[in-house]
């Protein structure tokens, strides 16, 4: 059993059931540090830290989730492509079966107990997933712009982004310029474009910003690998199980704190006002902490700074 790894190494699982994990273990021995496990949003992949991590403000040496002191471990969604694997049948998956295969594969690497649990956007819908299957498992548990549940204007954006990729001649850069309207806000573009011109163009500002995000995400993502995460997108549920919200946050042991961004169009703010609500009303004490920000459902990559001081709160 491997537990102390290169920051840059990309290892495997291969679960009982076949399946095969890939993840990245950064810092600490995870058989003797607390374990920190970050999930990763839409796009991006198990390397948070060092060179070409996404949340290299937050990860790393003497940071908010500091590798002096934790273990952290990451897993690819299957299927997102950065391993180097696709999946044909993803449409016979929700996030509760990504959820099941992490909780396995920390078992199967020896880990007894997560001290805390950290996901961004699809990523907190997993974290959510694996609090309701393994309610003892996780200390803190700490969804950062996300949510429980795949809302009607998630499946409804979902659906859309579908439709693109189905059907579009240029599916990747039409489905993430879309899907960048979602990401940000009305006022964050006026605040950066404010109808400029890019005279070389002939075009406005905004128009050669959502071309740009469009032709990189098709350089850089395989289109089969975005039609799985966008379909894993739609199909959050706690509630699977059968039971209701408040029985299933009833039962999660987990120290949780939500974290919402006040723009985000998203995973609106109004969810986790609602989630936070019926926690309490449930008698579940539960925590909610809110970045206020013009950049929308990306602030939490776009402004290090604010979600670094939350996430210190609570870890320390």
């Not at 699982?13 to 058989?31: E, K, R, T, V």
């Not at 690497?109 to 309701?132: D, N, P, R, V």
């Not at 128009?207 to 469009?214: F, K, Q, R």
Request: aromatic share 10%.
């Amino acid at each position: 059993m491997v537990s102390q790894v290169n920051i840059n190494e990309l290892n495997h699982i291969q679960l009982s059931n076949g399946q095969d994990l890939s993840y990245q273990h950064f810092g600490c021995d995870y058989l003797t540090a607390p374990v920190v496990v970050i999930n990763h949003p839409l796009t991006a992949n198990s390397c948070v830290t060092g060179e070409n991590g996404w949340w290299n403000d937050i990860v790393g040496e003497n940071k908010a989730i500091d590798t002096n002191r934790f273990a952290v471990i990451v897993f690819n969604i299957p299927g997102n492509g950065y391993d180097g694997t696709l999946i044909e049948n993803y449409s016979n998956w929700h996030t509760g079966t990504i959820a099941g295969f992490f909780c396995a594969g920390l078992r199967q690497l020896g880990i007894t107990k997560i001290h805390a649990l950290i996901g961004g956007s699809i990523g907190s819908g997993i974290a959510w997933e694996m609090a309701a299957l393994s309610p003892n498992f996780i200390e803190h548990l700490i969804p950062i712009a996300g949510d429980w549940k795949s809302s009607d204007w998630m499946i409804a954006t979902t659906y859309i982004q579908n439709q693109i990729l189905e059907s579009n001649p240029k599916p990747l850069e039409i489905a993430r310029m879309h899907a960048m309207m979602c990401y940000r806000t009305p006022q964050s573009f006026k605040l950066r474009f404010n109808r400029s011109i890019n005279k070389e163009l002939n075009i406005y500002n905004v128009e050669s910003w959502l071309l740009y995000h469009g032709n990189k995400l098709k350089d850089r993502f395989h289109l089969q690998a975005y039609k799985t995460m966008n379909h894993l997108l739609g199909k959050i549920d706690i509630c699977r199980n059968g039971k209701s919200f408040e029985e299933n946050i009833q039962n999660i042991q987990s120290e949780i704190h939500i974290v919402s961004i006040d723009s985000d169009l998203f995973f609106p703010l109004s969810e986790d006002l609602e989630t936070v609500a019926l926690a309490k009303n449930a008698g579940v004490n539960i925590h909610h902490h809110l970045i206020t920000s013009d950049f929308g459902h990306d602030a939490f990559l776009m402004e290090p700074k604010k979600v670094k001081e939350i996430l210190t709160l609570i870890l320390e």
